[in-house]
């Protein structure tokens, strides 16, 4: 199981990025998938997530509205559309996969990729 992140950046508050993880070694389409991501000094913290059992999302609250998880198992690729970005919002963001995974909880995912720096600042 392998996972690759991109898409990070710097960007003014306001602004938007999509992350995408390219994924290989599974089937997308039967693994619960997720973003999360971890501020300086914080813990790592789920934002949203794809559940393997009936394919619900889970978004934090701090992102509802503003966020959007897709995954794509042609491409093997999950992506997170990050709009109306905040400075709060800056990151370190990485792509996990679990065939279980348990909500969105970082304990529930077994396969991490490595993460992608998101920083949100004018």
């Known amino acids: 199981v392998q996972l690759q992140a991109s898409g990070g950046g710097l960007v003014q508050p306001g602004g938007s990025l999509r992350l995408s993880c390219t994924t290989s070694?599974?089937?997308?389409?039967?693994?619960?998938v997720g973003w999360f991501r971890q501020a300086p000094g914080k813990e790592r913290e789920g934002v949203s997530c794809?559940?393997?059992?009936?394919?619900?999302?889970y978004y934090a609250d701090s992102v509802k509205g503003r966020f959007t998880i897709s995954r794509d198992s042609a491409k093997n690729t999950v992506y997170l559309q990050m709009n109306s970005l905040k400075p709060e919002d800056t990151a370190v963001y990485y792509c996990?996969?679990?065939?279980?995974?348990?909500?969105?909880?970082?304990?529930?995912?077994?396969?991490w990729g490595q993460g992608t720096q998101v920083t949100v600042s004018s």
């Open positions: 996990a996969t679990d065939p279980d995974g348990l909500g969105c909880r970082v304990a529930g995912y077994d396969y």
């Open positions: 794809i559940s393997s059992s009936d394919g619900s999302i």
């Open positions: 070694g599974f089937t997308l389409a039967y693994y619960a």
